[in-house]
């Protein structure tokens, strides 16, 4: 297995729907008005995050990871969401999550579209993807599970706020992977 360093932030990633670009310190405005939705954050662990002295947070975090990207709608080049790498293990997993979408997106082909771009990309590095998922976040499990994933453990991850809050963790497999 290449335990070379990896870049987890490529430029290049698209598809025919989306196009993920890498996050900078500039694009905080542009996400922020995606995600001042109080109905995306509706079943997420951080029901506040359309708050933006708490999105600032999540948004330094994103651009601090150097693994973060932008989700562009590729015809119109207008931002759907953000979604990130994280918990790089070299030649054996890395986590994929901080998702979100623009209501817009939801029920359609962007979030699959964004994350077999990220699947496609990790699986030349590592051979075990995760999603960690809040256990009231329904949404995003039927996701994950639409991709292939499958819940392998629950969890307690701390909030914002530093209190334990129950993640459910889900597993994709490269094929062929021992």
């Given at each position: ?5 990896v870049d987890?932030?490529?430029?290049g ?6 196009q993920?670009v890498?996050?900078?310190a ?20 951080t029901k506040?995050?359309f ?6 947070g ?21 931002i759907a ?15 994929i ?15 699959k579209a ?6 496609d990309y ?13 256990a009231?976040?329904l949404?995003s ?15 307690d ?11 459910y963790?889900?597993?994709?497999r ?5």
């Amino acid at each position: 297995m290449d335990t070379k360093e990896v870049d987890w932030q490529p430029k290049g990633l698209a598809n025919d729907l989306v196009q993920l670009v890498p996050v900078s310190a500039s694009d905080f405005d542009r996400l922020f008005a995606v995600a001042s939705d109080p109905l995306i954050w509706e079943q997420h662990p951080t029901k506040n995050r359309f708050e933006r002295a708490v999105f600032q947070g999540y948004f330094d975090g994103a651009v601090a990871s150097g693994t973060a990207f932008l989700i562009m709608e590729r015809t119109t080049g207008e931002i759907a969401g953000c979604t990130r790498y994280y918990d790089y293990k070299p030649g054996e997993s890395i986590a994929i999550g901080f998702t979100f979408l623009a209501t817009a997106y939801w029920g359609g082909a962007f979030n699959k579209a964004a994350k077999q771009l990220l699947v496609d990309y990790a699986f030349r590095f590592v051979d075990t993807i995760y999603f960690h998922i809040g256990a009231t976040n329904l949404r995003s499990q039927l996701a994950t599970g639409k991709i292939g994933a499958v819940k392998v453990r629950e969890l307690d991850i701390p909030n914002n706020n530093g209190s334990p809050q129950l993640h459910y963790e889900y597993a994709l497999r490269k094929p062929g992977a021992k």
